[in-house]
C-alpha cells in the first residue's frame, strides 16, 4: 500500500505485557524510577489479573480491523498502525512504520480532557510530527454510543433492564488537571444520556474510577460512593459499564472485576 493517500496512527496509553515489563512502563509514565513498594505494588495487582495488561493486544486488533473497516469503506489504500504513550510500540515506531501522503493520529481515548490532549501532542511532538492533526471529539457518533448499549444487552442476556441499576464509570483525574472550559465531564454525561435513553436500566448512577495515590482532590463521586448510594435504595443487581474505557486493562480488571466486586459483595 505505498500510494496510500491517508494513514492512521491509532495511539493509546498502553500498559506491560509482562511483569518484566513494569519497571519500563512505570518509569516512563511516571518520568522517574519507580521505588521498590511501587513495583510490589503494581506487580501484585498484574499478577492478579494473568501478569500482563491485555491492552497491547486488544490495541493492535482494534488496529486491524479498523483499517479493515476504512479500506472496505471508502475503498482506496489507508493503513493503521498503533502506537503508545508508555509501552512498546512506541508513537515514534508507529509513525516511522507510515508514509502516506498525509497521516492523522486517533487516540483510543473517546473523551477529549485536556490533560490527555496535551499528552499525546507532546509525543506526536517529540516524534517529529507536530503537523500531524489528532482527531478528537468521536464519543460523538453515535456508532459508538450504539456499540455500548449493544454490550449492555449482551450482558443483561434477556434479563429485563428495569430490574438493574448500571453504573457507568470513567477515569479519575485530579481536579486540578480539569480546568474551566475542559470537556471531560460534559462529554462524558451526554454519552451517559444517550445509553440511559437506549437502555432504560431501572436506575444509574454515574461515578468515577481508579483514582491516584498522589494525594489531592480528585473527581467525585467515586465508584465506591455509587454502588454504596444504590445500595441504600435497595439495588441489588448492578451492571458496571466502564464507559471511559475501549480496551480492558488493568482499571477494568482488577480496579472494578476485583476491588468494585468485593466491595459491593460486602455491603
Known sequence: MTDSLVDVALLA?????????????????????????????????????????????????????????????????LRVRHG??????????????????EVVALPLSPFGSRLTFDKYREALDAAGAAHVPILQGWFAGIGFVKAISKRIAEALDGCDADEWAVLFTAHNVPLENVHEGDPYVDQLQQTIAQLVALTTPGDWRFAFQSKGRSGGEWLEPEAEDAVRMLAADGWRKLLVVPVGFVSDNIETQYDLDIELREFAEGL
Not at 513494569?22 to 501484585?44: C, S
Not at 503508545?84 to 501522503?101: I, M, Q
Open 13 to 77: 496509553y498502553g500498559g506491560p505485557t509482562d511483569l518484566e515489563r513494569i519497571p519500563d512502563f512505570l518509569r516512563r509514565m511516571t518520568g522517574r524510577e519507580p521505588t521498590a513498594e511501587t513495583l510490589k505494588f503494581v506487580e501484585g495487582r498484574y499478577e492478579t489479573i494473568g501478569g500482563g495488561s491485555p491492552l497491547p493486544e486488544m490495541t493492535a486488533r482494534q488496529a486491524r480491523a479498523l483499517q479493515a473497516r476504512l479500506v472496505q469503506e471508502l475503498a482506496f489504500p
Open 84 to 101: 503508545f504513550l508508555y509501552a512498546e510500540p512506541s508513537v515514534a515506531e508507529c509513525l516511522a512504520g507510515l508514509d502516506g501522503h
